[in-house]
């Protein structure tokens, strides 16, 4: 019997927060900042992030854990 409750899953655009993938716009928004500052930072490896092509992507869970180390 398949396992339902898998928690590896990326949910894209879901509402599971664990692994949401989002753009750097979507990530600018929930770290409040500006969208370039996001873009800049990920560039210097100072933000968790990967280059999906062109674009930026970044995992909700893995932001969360960068900005509590941060804080501390």
Known sequence: MPDNHDNSRIYIGG???????????EAADYLKMHVKTV???????????R???SEWRFLRS???NWLAEALV
């Open 62 to 64: 893995v932001l969360d």
């Open 51 to 53: 280059k999906v092509g």
């Open 39 to 49: 873009c800049r930072l990920a560039k210097e490896g100072k933000i968790p992030a």
């Open 15 to 25: 509402e599971e927060q664990f692994g949401q993938v989002m753009t750097s716009v």
